[in-house]
Nanobody, 117 residues
Framework: QVQLAESGGGLVQPGGSLTLSCTVS????????MGWYRQVSGKERELVAQ????????NYAESVKGRFTISSDNGHSVVYLQMNSLEPEDSAVYYC??????????WGQGTQVTVSS
């Protein structure tokens, strides 16, 4: 059974940094994509950053380019999201996502990030 567990969320001042971690337990054969999404209450979940293990490429939302960095350990069992220069607009629940070779999505329970002075 695949489970994803996020950690690292919290309260940070504008301009600050946070690093989110997502630990993947269970076996996912040949993950096609690993990523982070976020959701604000009343709005749709949106893609923040995505990593494609097979080719090593990444994809970022325009709003976070140059500020956020997604990475993974060599075994693709942990996915990180380094967030710098945080803005109040980055406040949301952040969800980890892994998509397997059958295009099945797995989600974590989410971690709250609040950017406020």
């Amino acid at each position: 059974q695949v489970q994803l567990a996020e950690s690292g969320g919290g309260l940070v001042q504008p301009g600050g940094s946070l690093t989110l971690s997502c630990t993947v337990s269970g076996t996912i054969f040949g993950p096609s994509a690993m990523g982070w999404y976020r959701q604000v209450s009343g709005k749709e979940r949106e893609l923040v950053a995505q990593f494609f293990p097979r080719g090593g490429s990444t994809n970022y939302a325009e709003s976070v380019k140059g500020r956020f960095t997604i990475s993974s350990d060599n075994g693709h069992s942990v996915v990180y999201l380094q967030m710098n220069s945080l803005e109040p607009e980055d406040s949301a629940v952040y969800y980890c996502n892994v998509r397997n070779h059958l295009m099945t999505d797995f989600w974590g329970q989410g971690t709250q990030v609040t950017v406020s002075s």
